[in-house]
């Protein structure tokens, strides 16, 4: 039966597919294809491992000592019960056989099955066996992270997601595109799927400028957060259809309703072409003012993607993204100096000669180094306003010490600015150029060239944005993070769906706060970019131009879009019309009207 599912629209189009459901737990785990050819290989690395888990298992029950407690006996029997369990097993088979998932996604998929069996349990004691369940899962996926699949992935990078979408016509299973549902996933995780094969992405939890969201538009894929119980109400292999522009999901469609989608699908694509013509067309308004599109990026591989969507630089690395999520691919806790340093190149060489701004560590909130602290960080009730960004870079001086010779030494290889988030206090910024200055004497006591760095911070609390006449003794520029800034400014956490009607960009003492870093900067002079989302919503550009705004930042899939605003706006023009928005109590309705 056909239902809708309301959320957040993140990242815009159509994608139509069948569901994946992935726990948030198990987002780590690598989804690929493997070719028809080996999977028989593939089955029997589940098989090996499942096999080797059994003998750990018999072998921990044989040695048990004579006056341990018989429950543990009992239990290490369901486990060996559970191993050998017929529907895990012909499941198992069934997802590399006829899907072709690679082992670990086939493993967890059928467990993700089993378990919501077991949820739906009268018996409470059979509903306590899925923990059991989990860890015999756990054990066997530890077992083959040892042994990697032997095969290539069939599939990466979204590669044939349009001939995908024809699958559904053909019902050619292999070609039928596959939409992630999750009750939640990581930033870090989410990053993870850059390299997949996702159509599109659901999430019960998130805001529209949550760090999974903005991961999730990065992928320039439909993407629905904040859809609530999504997760819950989906089933494995549903048909389901997101419609990233409105926010909206319809599971089980009928045919009438796949072919209106298909149809706006199309349609989509067909503006998109249309946009990629504007590619080498220079950002110039109408009377002939120059604007400044940039580049937000999370890895030195997005520099590429960046260069193509016509970015004249890059405005905001996340450089937090080399340092999350190292655990579960084995990496030490965090990238040392050559590690980074070698990140910084690969982004500047990128680039090919276009200005780098590389943001120094933004950890903490809703960006958990991983996903342990993640847990950590919870215990404390308002992570957003805890040891994040700036504080804890400098909670950790050989840490950031550590990221700051490595930026300085990148800056040798191209032009580099260096932006820090989050400053708020005189004492920050000043401990910031003292650390800055430390890793340079460093550097030159161990006869390590570097490079000049412009130097910027970010206003992102409102306390930064009535103080900028100290700032701009200090910085050569200001980037303004809307996404914090709006949250702090409101009171509402920008990750928490159950809010997100209240996270409102136009609210007037948001916009007060904008219209004066601007203000200030320009009066002095100084340089001033918009790296939020903000700068990527086409709704808000005319706006920003008319406040005086010439320089904005963000995901290269929103950079036509806003060019194209850019070349319809006469910027002169729009400076009055910002301020009457300015005065009034009510900015939205002006935007929508103008
Ligand atoms: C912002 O806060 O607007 C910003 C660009 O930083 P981040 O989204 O990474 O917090
Ligand atoms: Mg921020």
Not at 322 to 338: A, C, H, I, T, V
Not at 384 to 389: E, F, Q
């Amino acid at each position: 039966m056909t239902f809708s599912v309301h959320g957040l629209a993140v990242s815009r189009g159509i994608a139509i597919g069948r569901a994946v459901l992935v726990a948030s737990s198990r987002a780590d785990v690598a989804h690929y294809f493997v070719d028809a050819s080996k999977t028989d290989d593939e089955i029997m690395r589940v098989r090996v491992a499942r096999n080797a888990v059994i003998d750990e298992i018999t072998r921990i029950k044989l040695d048990l000592p004579k006056d341990a407690p018989h429950e543990l006996a009992a239990l290490l029997d369901v486990h060996l019960m559970l191993l050998q369990d017929e529907q895990l097993i012909t499941g198992v088979k069934h997802w590399i056989s006829d899907r072709h998932y690679n082992a670990e996604w086939a493993l967890t998929t059928q467990y993700e099955l089993i378990a919501r069996q077991f949820d739906d349990m009268e018996d409470e004691y059979l509903r306590e066996r899925k923990a059991d369940l989990e860890q015999v899962v756990e054990r066997i996926l530890r077992r083959m992270r040892g042994v990697a699949s032997p095969m290539q992935p069939l599939r990466q990078a979204g590669a044939s997601r349009k001939e995908s979408r024809q699958g559904l016509l053909l019902d050619d299973i292999e070609d039928v595109p596959l939409v992630l549902v999750a009750h939640d996933i990581s930033p870090a995780d989410m990053l993870q799927f850059k390299q997949s094969l996702f159509a599109g992405f659901v999430t019960d939890v998130g805001g529209k400028t949550s760090h999974t969201a903005i991961v999730a538009r990065s992928l320039d894929i439909p993407a629905v957060v904040g859809a609530r119980s999504a997760s819950q109400l989906i089933k494995q292999d549903d048909w389901v259809i997101i419609d990233g522009d409105a926010g909206v999901l319809i599971v089980d469609p009928s045919s009438i309703i796949l072919a209106e989608y298909g149809f706006k699908q199309r349609q989509g694509e067909l503006e998109r072409e249309r946009l990629n013509r504007l590619r080498h067309t220079p950002a110039m308004t109408i009377d002939g003012q120059r604007v400044e599109l940039l580049a937000n990026i999370e890895m030195p591989g997005d520099t590429p993607g960046a260069l193509a969507a016509g970015a004249v630089g890059v405005g905001l690395f996340r450089s937090e993204f080399l340092f999350m999520g190292r655990e579960s691919q084995g990496l030490g806790k965090l990238p040392d100096e050559e590690e980074q340093y070698l990140a910084y190149c690969k982004a500047i060489d990128g680039m090919q000669g276009l200005p780098v701004t590389i943001r120094t560590v933004d950890i903490g909130s809703d960006k958990p180094l991983d996903k342990l602290a993640g847990k950590a960080q919870d215990g404390h009730l308002n992570p957003a306003l805890g040891l994040r960004a700036i504080r804890w870079s400098l909670a950790d001086p050989p840490m950031f010490l550590t990221q700051l010779r490595a930026i300085l030494r990148a800056a040798a290889h191209g032009r580099v600015n260096l932006l820090v988030p989050m400053l708020v206090h005189a004492s920050e910024i000043r401990q910031t150029l003292s650390l800055l200055d430390h890793a340079r004497a460093e550097l030159d006591n161990r006869g390590v060239p570097y490079g000049p760095v412009q130097l910027g911070a970010m206003i992102e609390i409102p306390a930064a944005a009535l103080t900028l006449k100290l700032f701009l003794r200090y910085f050569d520029f200001l980037s303004i993070g809307t996404n914090d800034l709006i949250q702090y400014t409101l009171a509402i956490d920008r990750a928490d769906e159950s809010v997100a009607h209240l996270y409102d960009p136009c609210h007037p003492a948001v916009l007060r706060l904008i219209a004066d870093t601007i203000a200030e900067c320009n009066a002095q002079g100084k340089g001033v970019s918009v790296c939020g989302e903000m700068a990527g919503d086409v709704t808000m550009t005319r706006l920003l131009l008319g406040l005086g705004l010439r320089s904005f930042s963000m995901h290269p899939s929103q950079i036509l879009a806003v060019k194209q605003q850019i070349l319809r706006a006469d910027a002169g023009k729009l400076k009055s019309w910002a301020a009457r928005v300015l005065a009034s109590d009510d900015p939205a309705a002006l935007l929508q009207s103008a």
